[in-house]
């Protein structure tokens, strides 16, 4: 018996970098997540769709490990997330997995090459070794020129382009994003959405993008629709 069938999901196979079967979360009297199931294969981009208030964000959030379900598992690498103590899933977050957001959450008070350059210097990295790795990344994402100002001082857009350098620079094996376009306009978030796919899929990072736009759906390999807490798989986009 090599592959077991999760619920209303894909069939669990050695390419499963992250499986989610059967979650449940409430907040109070609110179901966020009702029974739900996702499967991510290394490499692939999954797009999260439904309506606000659906759970698409308290799923995003314990397929990372920051919210703990009421039940139901959360597989990385066939390691049960349940499993670990804080201190092994933080170092989990921190080592394996980069995140984005709405708004870049970039650290106001350091230029934005050292805001790429943070999750390498809290991994050990050297400060020259770190910022020079950052810089490339900056480059890759061709927001080089703004190395050096402080995240206030550059566009939406631009900021959104730190964040997916950030969230990239330390060679995640999943990158989570929660809605990372939603508050750029549709010309400069376009642009962000594909530097992300790119850069993801060169990388050969899986990537959990969740969006109530159809549009941004269409760069994904594959399309989950989260409605009232339940999981549906739609057929594969070409
Ligand atoms: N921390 C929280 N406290 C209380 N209710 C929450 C919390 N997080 C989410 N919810 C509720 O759970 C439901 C799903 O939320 P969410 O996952 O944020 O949906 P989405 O990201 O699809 O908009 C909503 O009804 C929301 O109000
Ligand atoms: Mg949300």
Redesign the pocket.
């Known amino acids: 018996m090599s592959a077991t069938a999760l619920d209303g999901d894909q069939p669990t196979t050695s390419d499963t970098l992250l499986s989610a079967m059967d979650l449940r979360k409430s907040?109070?009297h609110?179901t966020?997540l009702d029974r739900a199931g996702i499967t991510v294969a290394r490499g692939e981009i999954v797009a999260i769709m439904?309506?606000?208030?659906?759970?698409?964000?308290?799923?995003l959030h314990c397929l990372a490990g920051l919210v703990t379900p009421d039940s139901g598992t959360v597989l990385f690498e066939g390691q049960d997330l349940a499993d670990l103590s804080d201190r092994a899933r933080s170092a989990l977050r921190r080592g394996e997995f980069g995140f984005i957001f709405q708004f870049g959450q970039l650290v106001p008070e350091l230029s934005c090459v050292e805001n790429v350059a943070l999750p390498l210097r809290l991994a050990g990295t050297r400060r020259r070794v770190a910022e020079a790795r950052a810089r490339e990344w900056l480059a890759r994402l061709e927001v080089e020129q703004i190395a050096d100002k402080r995240p206030g001082d550059v566009s939406g857009g631009q900021g959104q382009r730190v964040a997916v350098a950030r969230a990239l620079v330390t060679a995640p094996k999943v990158v989570f994003a929660d809605e990372p376009t939603g508050a750029l306009d549709s010309f400069s978030g376009e642009q962000v959405m594909r530097l992300l796919v790119d850069t993801a899929k060169q990388t050969g990072a899986s990537l959990v993008l969740?969006t109530h736009e159809a549009r941004v759906a269409a760069y994904s390999d594959r399309e989950v629709v989260?409605r009232d807490?339940r999981t549906r798989q739609r057929a594969e986009v070409s």
């Open positions: 907040f109070g609110t966020a439904g309506p606000s208030g659906s759970g698409k964000s308290t799923l969740v989260v807490g």
